[in-house]
């Protein structure tokens, strides 16, 4: 096997990192094989796992990367928001308008086939603290409000289940005229926060 520098190390990791995000955006984790990402850098495929223990671990770091990225902008909003519901309608904008560039964590949050998928051949410590960044800070969202019995009667699975449903019409943008696309989404926020909430 060769033997790299750090700096030619830092560089092709880098490099294999943006070619495989094209391809699991363009073809998904299953249809991307290890070979295509070690040929775009031009090294064998075997000198793959000096840089990433797997292609599912691959996933998982370019998943924190984005999940770390929409931290930054999502929680702000709503930290400022005057009460639950407001707070709940602004954690629904925030990250809709996120997950319109940030397609992995899209596909995380609508659909959780091919998460399930990659959770299944890490270490499940790595991949409920690290790479679910978009759907740990939402349950300790939820569980504060519960304990201020602010939230309906549910349970927190079940409130952040209907959270992250609201967020899948995102797939369907392109199924709603893109007139009336913004109005249709907000009502639907409005009508999500409100049912979640307790009426004061």
């Not at 599912?56 to 999940?67: F, K, N, Q, R, T």
């Not at 930054?72 to 925030?94: F, N």
């Amino acid at each position: 096997m060769p033997k790299f520098s750090e700096a030619e190390k830092e560089k092709i990791r880098l490099e294999m990192m943006g070619c495989a995000h094209r391809c699991f955006i363009d073809k998904g984790l299953k249809s991307t094989s290890i070979e295509e990402i070690t040929s775009s850098v031009h090294i064998a495929k075997s000198s793959f796992y000096v840089f990433f223990e797997s292609k599912e671990a691959l996933y998982l770091e370019l998943l924190d990367l984005e999940g770390q990225e929409i931290e930054k902008k999502v929680w702000p909003k709503v930290e400022k928001a005057k009460d639950v519901r407001a707070a709940i309608k602004a954690y629904l904008h925030a990250m809709a308008s996120e997950l319109e560039s940030h397609v992995l964590t899209q596909r995380l949050i609508t659909n959780l086939e091919e998460y399930k998928m990659v959770s299944r051949k890490v270490n499940p410590q790595y991949s409920a603290t690290q790479t679910l960044r978009s759907i740990v800070p939402l349950m300790a969202f939820i569980k504060k409000y519960k304990a201020f019995n602010e939230l309906i009667d549910e349970d927190v699975e079940v409130i952040a289940g209907v959270i992250r449903a609201t967020l899948a019409m995102i797939i369907h943008k392109k199924d709603v005229d893109k007139k009336i696309y913004p109005k249709v989404q907000s009502l639907l926020f409005d009508a999500v926060a409100n049912e979640l909430t307790k009426q004061s």
